[in-house]
């Protein structure tokens, strides 16, 4: 396996890490927000006003990063999941595929998450959320936005990753039987 393949590789694993801790972290937020929203309505009668609009922010957040994790160990939604496992000519061409269909949905969302018309950055997806605060919470809005590029972003990430794997895994030698090795 050359560098460029390896260290895709690894930033794939990085990235699949930090979504994951980065998700349940949220999943964690949303829980705190919204049980913290039910003791102050029922028990003190005084619910915040700011705890729904953050159990929703932190909701978005754990769905996005949560997609990339369950991109990233294949148990994404899938129409033929036989399909990821097949090596060789065949499982490469299955993995361009595969990349073709993802870059053809990925890759309008990361470019009109930054660009709108006339590549103006401040018409973009998040352009446009920059001025922009919560209805509670006085942040501006490109803070939640924003995951959604994150997210296909990472998504990209795995993707490079996934055909590196796919065209590495022939590149090297055959690896001895596990029986063969000695010890």
Do not use: C
Request: charged fraction near 15%; charge should be positive.
């Amino acid at each position: 396996m050359g560098p460029a393949a390896a260290f895709l590789i690894r930033l794939s694993a990085g990235l699949n890490r930090v979504a994951l801790y980065g998700a349940a972290a949220a999943v964690l937020v949303m829980l705190f927000a919204a049980g913290y929203q039910v003791i102050a309505r029922y028990i003190f009668a005084a619910p915040p006003i700011w705890t729904e609009e953050l159990a929703r922010r932190a909701m978005v957040w754990a769905g996005m990063l949560g997609a990339t994790v369950a991109f990233y160990q294949r148990t994404d939604p899938n129409l033929f999941p036989q399909m990821l496992d097949v090596t060789g000519r065949i499982g490469k061409a299955l993995t361009l595929i595969r990349s073709a269909g993802v870059a053809i949905f990925a890759f309008p969302i990361l470019y009109y998450s930054l660009f709108g018309p006339n590549m103006n950055l401040a018409r973009g997806f998040i352009g446009r959320s920059l001025d922009r605060k919560g209805e509670m919470l006085a942040i501006s809005m490109a803070w939640f936005t924003s995951a959604v590029p994150i997210a296909f972003l990472i998504i990209a990430v795995h993707v490079a990753a996934q055909i590196a794997a796919a065209f590495a895994r022939e590149a090297r030698p055959a690896e001895p039987a596990r029986e063969d090795i000695p010890v």
